[in-house]
């Protein structure tokens, strides 16, 4: 079993910054590839960036690409997700997830656990 925690969500105005972080607990965490999600009211959640288990592999959706920089501090079992340049598009609901794999992915169906989510509002 893994928990998931994520935090530092809030209210931004557009071109703003926000660093979420996921804290991971549990069994074997640090073998897991974690994901970071959105979803947005009336719309289905989508995949935002994840990462290895290793930390050496990452993958971005190309509405964040160059915006977002995903990390995770395998000794604080902690992921991050620095968000810069945000726009109001990118306000949702944020969740972490853990899966399994020998490649990252932003499919939602590759992820067995996830967190409660934070949510993210960037409006002026």
């Known amino acids: 079993q893994v928990q998931l925690v994520e935090s530092g969500g809030g209210l931004v105005q557009p071109g703003g910054s926000l660093r979420l972080s996921c804290a991971a607990s549990g069994s074997y965490v640090n073998f897991y590839n974690i994901g970071w999600f959105r979803q947005a009211p009336g719309r289905e959640r989508e995949g935002v960036s994840c990462?290895?288990?290793?930390?050496?592999?990452?993958s971005y959706a190309d509405s964040v690409k160059g915006r977002f920089t995903i990390s995770r501090d395998n000794a604080e079992t902690t992921v991050y997700l620095q968000m810069n340049g945000l726009k109001p598009e990118d306000t949702g609901v944020y969740y972490c997830a853990a899966g399994g794999g020998p490649s990252v992915s932003l499919n939602v169906e590759r992820y067995v656990y996830w967190g409660q989510g934070t949510q993210v509002t960037v409006s002026s």
């Open positions: 990462i290895s288990s290793s930390g050496r592999t990452t």
